[in-house]
């Protein structure tokens, strides 16, 4: 693969750092590219970190799809763009050369200026930035409606969440005087009053003041929102996408027993892998925190503590689904077998690949060795001829109104 036509302002390079496998070889001479030098044997790119891998950015732009954002080198954010050509590699440029590459939609010019400005790089940041620009109209009215209507579900999911981790405490602080089973079926301001005396009081036994104790709750709920509490009464927003990415597997599979001769098979079944691994160690990573909510007392106790550890654990289930909600909304569009077999081949190229960083996150070593697949889905192979022919498809407007 040769970039016969250096952009200006990017840096034809590997998306990984300097110690790790490039994503792409290329020779360049006189600050460019020579057409015809021979090229090093490319290598399977997967990143060490989260970070490292950045977070999907919701273009609407076809040549744009599939790139990420993360904070370079230099303090700035830089944007990793699979080859425009559809063969192989990445360019890795910054968000003010992204004109150079092509000519992006208004929306996207919007969205690439709020990511370009984000003070940190993370799914949450680049997933409000996107709903801000769809929510003005940028993207169409399906588009702004989905966002508006998203915006307001997190507002509500955010006093839900309160709401539930006050009654948990209180279940498991004064299981005989707070009456849980109440609570859940229809609770009422003289309970969550109750809760709140209940919690507040074995706070003070051990020195916690009501309004510190009350503002810790305030800020643990905010992370726990996304995830939701067991006993809540509405489905949060991770396990919504869980329950799309669980739909997905099934389809697919569906789909591999109607058409076993279809080569794009071998590109479900790594599809399916990857979520599966992807499924699997979230749930981990959500047991893990459940678990810490389910001592209420060690977690009022060591407050401090657990809300740094908490807020760590919560952000990883959003690391880990990135990207996974484009995937998901390109199956759930497609209608009938031509369009299914056309959105496998697309899904494929855009399956997140799972950095190394999972494997100190307690994962099983069944869940690690999955979690490799995505290293074999390529975004240039031809699953026939095995050569760089496959294209990168549009991210269109409706597949954002579809966003979660």
Not at 359 to 377: C, K
Request: aromatic content about 6%; overall charge negative; charged content about 20%.
């Amino acid at each position: 693969m040769i970039f016969r036509r250096p952009l200006a302002n990017a840096i034809p390079r590997a998306a990984a750092s300097e110690n790790e496998n490039p994503s792409f070889t290329v020779w360049a001479q006189d600050g460019g590219v020579t057409p015809n030098m021979p090229l090093l044997p490319l290598q399977a790119y997967r990143p060490a970190t989260f970070q490292e891998r950045g977070v999907a950015v919701p273009f609407t732009t076809p040549i744009l799809a599939g790139t990420r954002a993360r904070n370079g080198s230099r303090g700035h954010v830089e944007l990793i763009v699979p080859n425009p050509s559809g063969g192989r590699g990445y360019y890795v440029l910054g968000c003010n050369a992204v004109r150079s590459l092509c000519r992006p939609t208004v929306h996207d010019s919007r969205l690439n200026q709020l990511v370009a400005g984000l003070p940190q790089v993370t799914p949450a940041f680049v997933r409000l930035a996107a709903m801000e620009v769809a929510a003005s109209g940028l993207a169409g009215k399906p588009a702004m409606d989905s966002a508006l209507a998203s915006l307001d579900r997190d507002q509500q999911e955010h006093v839900l969440a309160k709401f539930a981790l006050l009654g948990k405490l209180a279940a498991q602080i004064a299981p005989e005087e707070f009456d849980a089973d109440a609570w859940q079926r229809a609770p009422t301001a003289e309970l969550e009053q109750q809760a709140h005396e209940i919690v507040v009081k074995f706070a003070a036994s051990f020195g916690e003041r009501p309004e510190m104790l009350s503002m810790a709750l305030g800020s643990l709920a905010e992370q726990l929102a996304p995830l939701g509490i067991a006993g809540q009464a509405s489905s949060a927003r991770i396990p919504r996408l869980l329950e799309h990415l669980a739909s997905l597997q099934t389809g697919l599979a569906e789909w591999m027993q109607d058409h076993s001769n279809d080569v794009r098979c071998e590109l479900a079944e790594m599809v399916v892998a990857a979520a599966q691994a992807t499924t699997a160690i979230t749930g981990t990573v959500i047991a893990a925190i459940q678990a810490m909510i389910d001592d209420a007392p060690a977690l009022l106790r060591n407050l401090g503590k657990m809300r740094g550890r908490l807020a760590e654990l919560s952000g990883r289930p959003e690391w880990l689904l990135d990207g996974w909600d484009l995937v998901c909304a390109l199956w759930r569009a497609s209608e009938g077998p031509d369009q299914q077999g056309a959105a496998i081949t697309e899904m494929a190229q855009l399956v997140p690949v799972l950095p190394r960083e999972v494997a100190q996150w307690g994962a099983a070593n069944g869940e690690a060795r999955h979690a490799a697949a995505g290293d074999s889905i390529r975004f240039d192979r031809d699953w026939r001829s095995g050569t760089a022919t496959l294209q990168l498809t549009a991210r269109n407007e409706r597949l954002r109104a579809m966003a979660v």
